[in-house]
C-alpha cells in the first residue's frame, strides 16, 4: 500500500510541475485549436522534463473535405 501512495505522490507531483510549465511558457492564453490544446496536453505531460530542454510542439492537421 505505501508503494502506492507514493507512486501516486509523484504522478501527481509530475503532471503539477508540468501545468507550471504550461503557465510559465503562456500556453493557456492561446486561442484553443487543436494545436493549443494538444500542445498544452503534450507538455503538462512531459512535467519536469521541460525545465531539461524539451519543447513539446503538436502541430494538428485537420483534414479538409474533398470538393
Known amino acids: ?3 502506492g501512495r507514493i507512486v501516486t505522490l ?3 507531483v ?3 510541475i508540468g501545468a507550471i510549465a504550461v503557465f510559465q511558457r503562456g ?3 492561446t486561442t ?3 494545436s493549443s490544446v494538444a500542445t498544452i496536453a ?3 505531460i512531459a512535467g519536469p ?3 531539461m530542454g524539451v519543447n513539446p510542439q503538436v502541430d ?3 483534414p479538409q473535405p474533398s470538393p
Open 1 to 3: 500500500m505505501r508503494i
Open 14 to 16: 509530475w503532471l503539477v
Open 49 to 51: 522534463l521541460n525545465y
Open 27 to 29: 500556453y493557456e492564453d
Open 60 to 62: 494538428c492537421e485537420v
Open 42 to 44: 503534450v507538455a503538462v
Open 32 to 34: 484553443a485549436d487543436c
Open 10 to 12: 509523484l504522478v501527481v
